[in-house]
C-alpha cells in the first residue's frame, strides 16, 4: 500500500484550530505530547533552534554540530527560512518584538 503525501486541507484546518486554541506552554506541552513521540517533539525543537542560529548567521557546521544535527538538515531548514511559506520568518519577528 503507497501513502500519499499530499496533504488533506481539512484535516489540517481541524488540526490548525486546535493548536491556535492552545493558550499556555503547558497546554501546549500536553497537547503536543500526546500528538507526538518525544522523537517528533525532539526534532521540531531541534529545527526551531537550527532557525534562530541560522538567523543569526552562524555557520552550517556549528549549528549541526551543537545541536547534533547533519549539516544537510541544517541546509534544509536554511533553506525553507530563506524560500519557505515565510513562517519562520513571521515567528522570528514575532518572538524578536
Not at 526534532?43 to 533552534?49: G, L, N, T, V
Not at 537550527?50 to 531548514?77: D, L
Request: with cysteine; proline share 1%; aromatic share 8%.
Amino acid at each position: 500500500m503507497r501513502h500519499s503525501h499530499a496533504l488533506d486541507k481539512k484535516k489540517c484546518a481541524d488540526l490548525w484550530q486546535a493548536v491556535l486554541s492552545l493558550k499556555t506552554k503547558q497546554e501546549c506541552w500536553n497537547f503536543f505530547r500526546d500528538l507526538c513521540t518525544l522523537e517528533e517533539i525532539t526534532a521540531m525543537a531541534d529545527r526551531w533552534q537550527a532557525v534562530k542560529m541560522i538567523n543569526q548567521n552562524k555557520p552550517y557546521r556549528q549549528i549541526a554540530k551543537k545541536i547534533k544535527m547533519s549539516s544537510t538538515t541544517v541546509a534544509r531548514v536554511a533553506h525553507w527560512l530563506n524560500n519557505g511559506q515565510g513562517g519562520y520568518r513571521l515567528m522570528l519577528k514575532r518572538l524578536n518584538k
